[in-house]
């Protein structure tokens, strides 16, 4: 019970980017186990490239929000990435292909939302 207790308060106390970040590495990871799975394991394939999709239509979703505060050239590179994921997505449920390019734009994305390191005071 208390770590429940934990978890929901660092949840609470984490940054948009970390929850985002956080997020993207649960949906890869899932894609990567799909992607790795026999090709007959349809039900696991579709729902990791399904969780995935919904994951880029949110953050389309998102930036097309007029209120976004994103900069406006960021926001349709984004909408842009989540039309191929969706594209994507299904060719590879069509045609069985693999997941490759999906994770690699995945871990694009996280290299991105990674936390800056701080320069070192001299």
Aim: hydrophobic content about 40%; aromatic content about 6%; glycine content about 4%.
């Amino acid at each position: 019970m208390s770590l429940n207790a934990y978890q929901n308060a660092a949840t609470r106390a984490e940054d948009p980017r970390s929850t985002e970040y956080r997020l993207f590495a649960q949906v890869t990871r899932a894609l990567i186990q799909a992607n790795d799975a026999d090709a007959l394991q349809i039900k696991k394939r579709s729902a990791a490239l399904d969780w995935n999709r919904r994951v880029w239509s949110a953050f389309a979703l998102d930036c097309a929000d007029a209120g976004n505060r994103l900069p406006e050239g960021l926001r349709a590179s984004i909408i842009s990435l989540s039309i191929f994921v969706s594209k994507q997505s299904s060719e590879v449920m069509r045609e069985g292909g693999d997941m490759d390019i999906l994770i690699e734009i995945n871990r694009t994305i996280m290299q991105g939302l990674q936390p800056q390191s701080e320069p070192v005071a001299s």
